[in-house]
């Protein structure tokens, strides 16, 4: 799922800031939850240690740094990339002006570009966007093919 983020005019995963004493994956599962009124969880890509203390979290699938210019002082935005799956549904509402749009594998490797609904634009998912979706929706298949499989599935 991608969203179309008009300040950037750009398709872009959900995201955004890590709130104070939130950590990365407690933030990426409440901004998919505020952008898309989905409830997610993290697809692990490695395994974590044996030990019970300190607590571990998933560690993303990567980390980008991007120079970002602005009418400010120009800095660095460090993105933690998680791969996530949907779960459920939030009993809260996604804001209005959200578009939001379900991509398949066929339109990303296809690289052609997604109409923006109700606003008649259209645009290609940036190569990141696009690389690490494919990344994602291999990952995902791969899980769920090693997953044990309830009994009688």
């Keep these: 799922m991608l969203h179309w983020h008009t300040r950037l005019q750009q398709w872009m995963p959900p995201g955004g800031h890590i709130e104070p004493d939130e950590d990365p994956v407690q933030a990426v599962l409440r901004e998919i939850e505020e952008e898309s009124g989905l409830i997610a969880k993290v697809i692990p890509v490695q395994r974590t240690a044996a030990f019970a203390y300190p607590e571990q979290i998933p560690a993303p699938y990567t980390i980008l740094i991007e120079d970002i210019p602005g009418p400010g002082e120009r800095h660095k935005h460090i993105d933690m990339i998680y791969f996530c799956r949907p779960v459920g ?35 290609r998912v940036p190569d990141d966007v696009r690389e690490l979706a494919l990344i994602a929706i291999e990952v995902a298949r791969q899980i769920e093919e090693i997953s044990p499989k309830p009994r009688g599935a």
């Excluded at 996604?94 to 609904?117: H, I, M, N």
């Design 89 to 123: 549904r939030s009993e809260g509402t996604v804001a209005a002006d959200q578009t939001l749009r379900w991509v398949s594998e066929d339109e990303l490797k296809g690289a052609e570009a997604l109409d923006v609904a109700g606003c008649g634009v259209s645009a």
